[in-house]
T-cell receptor, first 112, second 115 residues
Framework: AQSVTQPDIHITVSEGASLELRCNYS??????LFWYVQSPGQGLQLLLKYFSGDTLVQGIKGFEAEFKRSQSSFNLRKPSVHWSDAAEYFC??????????FGTGTRLQVFP | ETGVTQTPRHLVMGMTNKKSLKCEQH?????MYWYKQSAKKPLELMFV???????ENNSVPSRFSPECPNSSHLFLHLHTLQPEDSALYLCASSQDLKRRRGEQFFGPGTRLTVL
């Protein structure tokens, strides 16, 4: 069965520091991969998605993610974190016909 | 209103109450979803509707009853819930269930507490 693993439950970084959130997936076919962000009291918002082509994808709010098939990974990165990036981040893989399988999420805390 | 809206945002109910959660999407999408988000667990897909027809029910207890009267509205009727049903209930929509690559648009959720 398809699955998504986010090994880091909680990450703390200083404002201005770089960020990498890890995501590993298990999926037999070509994966369609997503990163969503959830701010406190809000629903999920799509940051970026990978379907095919260039393995480095750019998203909103200065985020990017790199698909590495050999490592079954789709890690999210940002070169310089802002205090407003504090939120929970979810990696997801699309199963058949629009069904998303989510990871357990990584909570990001940003210190000034 | 734009996007996906949910009402109420917060709900406290007793185990013998009956209540309903409402979701409305203003995006012209054909598919709608109910998810349950509990602490420290992945989002759990509960129900999927495509063009008002239920296409997925992930073994959800019968105390949760969905209704999709049209492609813009989705309800979740609740009755005789248990305290472990307390969670954030998220509604989402996407353009077309039959096509992959579908981005899902989420509402802000209803925070449900069952006493």
């Amino acid at each position: 069965a398809q699955s998504v693993t986010q090994p880091d439950i909680h990450i703390t970084v200083s404002e201005g520091a770089s960020l990498e959130l890890r995501c590993n997936y298990s999926y037999g076919a070509t994966p369609y991969l997503f990163w969503y962000v959830q701010s406190p009291g809000q629903g999920l918002q799509l940051l970026l998605k990978y379907f095919s082509g260039d393995t480095l994808v750019q998203g909103i709010k200065g985020f990017e993610a790199e698909f590495k098939r050999s490592q079954s990974s789709f890690n999210l990165r940002k070169p310089s974190v802002h205090w407003s990036d504090a939120a929970e981040y979810f990696c997801a893989v699309e199963e058949d016909t629009d069904k998303l399988i989510f990871g357990t999420g990584t909570r990001l805390q940003v210190f000034p | 209103e734009t996007g996906v809206t949910q009402t109420p945002r917060h709900l406290v109910m007793g185990m013998t109450n009956k209540k309903s959660l409402k979701c409305e999407q203003h995006l012209g999408h054909n598919a709608m979803y109910w998810y349950k988000q509990s602490a420290k667990k992945p989002l759990e897909l509960m129900f999927v509707y495509s063009l008002e027809e239920r296409v997925e029910n992930n073994s959800v207890p019968s105390r949760f009853s969905p209704e999709c009267p049209n492609s813009s509205h989705l309800f979740l009727h609740l009755h005789t819930l248990q305290p472990e049903d307390s969670a954030l209930y998220l509604c989402a929509s996407s353009q077309d269930l039959k096509r992959r690559r579908g981005e899902q648009f989420f509402g802000p959720g209803t925070r449900l507490t069952v006493l």
